[in-house]
């Protein structure tokens, strides 16, 4: 079985500011770790995903996150966020099943609050 | 639309009164997922298809909760003599490969 703990569950920050989500796991297997991002009104988006390799991943609009096996963290980055940052980011770990896909357990989410 | 779509997108149920909610996955897709977020809290899972097959029910939290995608495609999640503590949105997903497609959700309130 897999968890995962937000510590924070609201993160509020100015703009232009950098920002750090964090993200604990715990898992008996390997995993994959994903972020997910909802917009207000919007659908849960894929943001970025650690399946193997590197252990730094990036998303297309400047956040990274690293994967840290001891410290089974994976925690997300921005160095400066925008007012259109400002949603709801939730940590996933999934272990693989068949057909390819994954069954991702959620963390509770962190509410990123960008104030102009 | 060439996104998830879901139907509908809220829903008012008195306490004892049957649902179903619908999920159209993007065309093609072979997997789909039906997740449960409570207010506050992440999405749980419940189920999951591959074309019509039900592969996982594991997180239905009770016989009250049915689910099938009788075509492989097109699927219903249906909950019978609702609960207050059913009050959530229910998020559907589809795949082909690896990374998941979300739909808005259904939001749910029961009375």
């Known amino acids: 079985a897999q968890s995962v703990t937000q510590l924070d569950s609201q993160v509020p920050v100015f703009e232009e500011a950098p920002v750090e989500l964090r993200c604990n796991y715990s898992?008996?297997?390997?995993?994959?770790l994903f972020w997910y991002v909802q917009y207000p009104n919007q659908g849960l988006q894929l943001l970025l995903k650690y399946l193997s390799g590197s252990t730094l991943v990036e998303s297309i609009n400047g956040f990274e996150a690293e994967f840290n096996k001891s410290q089974t963290s994976f925690h997300l980055r921005k160095p400066s966020v925008h007012i259109s940052d400002t949603a709801e980011y939730f940590c996933?770990?999934?272990?693989?099943?068949?057909?390819?896909?994954?069954?991702?357990?959620f963390g509770r989410g962190t509410s990123l609050i960008v104030h102009p | 639309g060439a996104g998830v779509s879901q139907s509908p997108r809220y829903k008012v149920a008195k306490r004892g009164q049957d649902v179903a909610l619908r999920c159209d996955p993007i065309s093609g897709h072979v997997s789909l997922f039906w997740y449960q977020q409570a207010l506050g809290q992440g999405p749980e899972f419940l189920t999951y298809?591959?074309?019509?097959?039900?592969?996982?029910k594991s997180g239905l939290p009770s016989d009250r909760f049915f689910a099938e995608r009788p075509e492989g495609s097109v699927s219903t999640l249906k909950i019978q003599r609702t609960q207050q503590e059913d009050s959530a949105v229910y998020l559907c997903?589809?795949?082909?490969?690896?990374?998941?497609?979300f739909g808005p959700g259904t939001r749910l309130t029961v009375l």
């Open positions: 997903a589809s795949s082909l490969g690896f990374e998941q497609f």
């Open positions: 996933a770990v999934s272990a693989p099943i068949s057909g390819g896909s994954y069954i991702p357990t």
């Open positions: 298809f591959q074309n019509e097959a039900q592969l996982d």
């Open positions: 898992s008996s297997v390997s995993v994959y």
